[in-house]
């Protein structure tokens, strides 16, 4: 991982910006909410593994309109700035893969796979920042990474009237869902 410049530690009157997140260097793991910097440690090998092979089951159920890919930046807010990098997002097919950040208006899906690091951010602050920002649907993985005591995907789908998620379920076993198309993973699978 890059550095961080040593001022990093002393945010930009106002908060982040969009420049600001710009001018570092590529391989820093950062995120922004309401403008304050969160500096993410490199996830866990499982951490990863849960995440590949999720992504891997849900790519073959995209109808053509949607992509996915993982752990890319979605800009979800400028001012202030909500600059965001889920761990597996699914967005509009008509968004070029030279795309950095990620508009939060082509994104229909974000996932989150919560670590011990990041529980905070993945249960408050990250959701509440999606769905202001109107994205359809949020899901999020726990698994014994993060506390659980077996994998559980809480769904979530935006409330247009109140702006806020509504949990559509909490699948322990398997997963099954159309809102990207047909989906039924075993969620047990993805820890092995």
């Not at 969009?18 to 304050?36: F, H, I, S, T």
């Amino acid at each position: 991982m890059t550095a961080l410049p040593t001022d990093y530690l002393y945010p930009p009157p106002g908060g982040w910006t969009l420049a600001d997140v710009r001018a570092l260097p590529e391989k820093c793991r950062v995120e922004v909410l309401d403008g304050a910097l969160i500096v993410n440690p490199s996830p866990l090998p499982i951490h990863q593994r849960i995440m590949r092979r999720l992504a891997a089951a849900l790519e073959p159920a995209l109808s053509p309109e949607w992509q996915l890919e993982v752990d890319i930046d979605v800009l979800l807010e400028e001012e202030p700035l909500d600059y965001v990098a889920p761990d597996i997002v699914v967005f509009s097919a008509t968004v070029p893969l030279t795309t950095r950040p990620i508009p939060a208006g082509t994104v229909l899906l974000a996932v989150e796979v919560v670590s011990k690091g990041s529980r905070r951010e993945d249960r408050g602050s990250k959701p509440l920042a999606y769905a202001e920002a109107g994205v359809p649907h949020y899901w999020r993985l726990e698994s014994q990474a993060s506390g659980a005591l077996a994998p559980v995907m809480h769904t979530y789908v935006l409330d247009v009237v109140t702006g806020s998620y509504t949990e559509t379920g909490a699948h322990q076993g398997r997963l099954r869902s159309a809102v990207i198309g047909p989906v039924d993973i075993d969620l047990a699978a993805l820890t092995r």
